[in-house]
């Protein structure tokens, strides 16, 4: 089986849609044959893991809005469940990160004693977290939710369930969307069904936070594209995307070490058509695209002469983060024995394997025994986190970032 990136000048150019604005001709710029289709679902045994079924990225870019987005994706191999782990919720860092949003959103938007719908709830913890210190009632849409995870006394119902138009007489107050929209390949489609489920209820307001494709451009962040991620948005894509579909930006920004974007918005009858300050211009993402375009190659080369490197010295290398970056760095890089193990802080993913290359995934107690000399942090928001670990453990080790 083959691995690694394609050279751009070998990427076909097809007449693709573009699923935001529906401009014809994406022009695609980079692709990945053998990206496994899951990147955080529990694999019990190596030997599935390493057969995990794979698909194929063809990023397209659409030179009429500025959005990115897997031309090649099929939603038909995805299989949202229980048995996908994706919280972040066993991070002091993330934590702090989320009860701090949650007292922001609750003070500006007088969050108290309202209903909170969260499409795309995951485990349910940032919507506990609204209703518990807000005092507010709550409904999560998400499959892999998980019943009993977490002990609430909180009014909050989860719906195992994508939400969709048959659920538009859920009505919120305040309708939260985090890291979900870029799972979803019709965007156009399921913005503008969601602002036909708030016809006559402008007073509603929504929260949309998504990874910032301006940053992973920017740094040839190759572990940040992975199949699950079929769309990919910086400010001004996202942003123009609302207004096309009926809603009124009131904000935007960037958070979490400038991953994040922070989007506010409201339903309109007219949409402000002026842009925002935060909001970039299609030739700005143009840019950036032609500068991926022109390094990628050299990125992941780098960091594969840099493994191969390790292991000649006979250094024992591990990561630390078991999830989507780790399974599209190691799938990327053919890093299947410079690596030693896959370190990660949640229970739930201790003794799985990573998809595509099946590197088995352990807690950081397990480093006492494996002492290895380098690890590789695959977010550097958690890297002071994982030294203090390190240091508690009494392990030193190099440590780096993706």
Known sequence: ???????????????????????????????????????????????????????????????????????????????????CEETQGFSDTFNSFAKKLASELIEKYS???????????????????????????????????????????AE??????????????????????KMTLEHI???GSFLKSLRKSLEGRNDTVLFFQVPDVTRVLGELAFWDIYYEHC??????????????????????RKDYGGQYIMLEARPSSAPQTKPLPEEDAVETIKGLVEHFTRNITLKVSSWKSRLEEFE???LKTVIWGSGSKGVSFLTTLCALGHIAK??????YRQGTFMAGTGHEIVAPE?????????????????????????????????IMTA
Do not use: W
């Not at 795309?120 to 995870?149: H, I, Q, W």
């Not at 910086?234 to 009926?246: D, K, N, Y």
């Not at 896959?342 to 229970?347: L, S």
């Not at 494996?370 to 080790?397: C, H, Q």
């Open 366 to 398: 397990y480093l006492l025994k494996l002492r290895p000399d380098a690890v590789i942090v695959m977010n550097p928001v958690y890297a002071g986190e994982v030294e203090r670990e390190l240091a508690g453990l009494g392990i030193k080790a190099e």
């Open 185 to 187: 390949g019709e965007t």
């Open 231 to 252: 769309s990919y948005f910086s400010p001004g894509s996202l942003a123009r995307l609302f207004r096309s579909s009926g809603f009124e930006v009131t904000g935007i």
């Open 1 to 83: 089986m083959s691995h690694g990136i394609e050279k751009a000048e070998a990427v076909l150019e097809r007449e693709v849609r573009c699923p935001n604005c529906a401009n014809a001709g994406m022009k695609e710029f980079y692709s990945f044959s053998d990206a496994p289709v899951h990147s955080v679902q529990l694999i019990r045994t190596r030997e599935d893991a390493i057969n995990y079924p794979r698909g194929a990225i063809r990023l397209g870019f659409c030179e009429g809005c500025g959005f990115i987005s897997n031309t090649a994706y099929d939603p038909s191999v995805q299989e949202y469940s229980g048995n």
């Open 156 to 177: 909050v119902r989860f719906i195992k369930d994508f939400y969709s138009e048959k659920y538009s007489a859920t009505r919120g107050d305040f309708i939260i969307c």
């Open 111 to 153: 969050l108290k004693g309202r209903h909170i719908v969260e499409i795309g709830c995951g485990k349910g913890e940032f919507l506990t977290m609204l209703c518990e210190m807000g005092e507010n009632s709550g409904t999560g849409f998400d499959p892999a939710y998980v019943d009993g995870r977490y002990a609430t006394g």
């Open 312 to 314: 000649k010295k006979g």
């Open 342 to 347: 896959a370190v990660d802080i949640n229970p």
